[in-house]
C-alpha cells in the first residue's frame, strides 16, 4: 500500500512531536539510571532498564520510519534532508516544525551526553570492583603466620 506524499509528511511531523516527548522521557530514565548507578542498586536497574530498553525500541523504531518517509520523498534520510523537508512545508508550517526538529536535536545531544556519564560512572565502578577483587587474591597469596 503506497502513501500519499501529504500522508508521510503528517506522520514525520507527528514522529517528531512524538519523539520529542520520547527523548524528554529518555533523559529523566537516564538520570534515574545514574543515581541507580551510584547507589549499586542492582534490583531497581534491572528493572529500570527493562524501561528504558522498551523506550529505545520505540526511538528507534521511529528512526527508521522517518528515514523511510524521508527517502520515499526522494530527500536524503538525514539531517539535510529534514531541512529541505521542513523549507518546502508551509510558510505558517516552518517555524512550528523547524522548532520541534531544533528540540529533537537538542534532546537527543542530552540524551547522549547523559549516557556517556552512566557509562564512565559505570566503567569506573567495574574497575574499582576489578582493583577490589585483584587486592582480595593477592591477600590471598599471603604467607600464613604460624599460630
Known sequence: ??????????????????????????????????????????????????????????????????????????????????ATLIAKLPATMQPKVASQWQQLELLLQQCLRQNDLNGRLLAGQIETINTLLGQEHAYGQLERFPD
Open 1 to 82: 500500500m503506497s502513501m500519499e506524499p501529504k500522508q508521510r509528511i503528517k506522520e514525520l511531523i507527528l514522529g517528531i512531536q512524538q519523539d520529542c516527548s520520547r527523548y524528554a522521557e529518555l533523559q529523566s530514565l537516564l538520570l534515574r539510571q545514574h543515581g541507580l548507578l551510584a547507589a549499586h542498586d542492582v534490583d531497581g536497574l534491572a528493572t529500570h532498564n527493562q524501561q528504558q530498553t522498551r523506550l529505545m525500541a520505540d526511538v528507534q523504531k521511529q528512526a527508521q520510519q522517518r528515514c523511510h518517509h524521508l527517502l520515499a520523498l526522494g530527500l536524503k534520510p538525514d539531517e539535510k534532508g529534514m
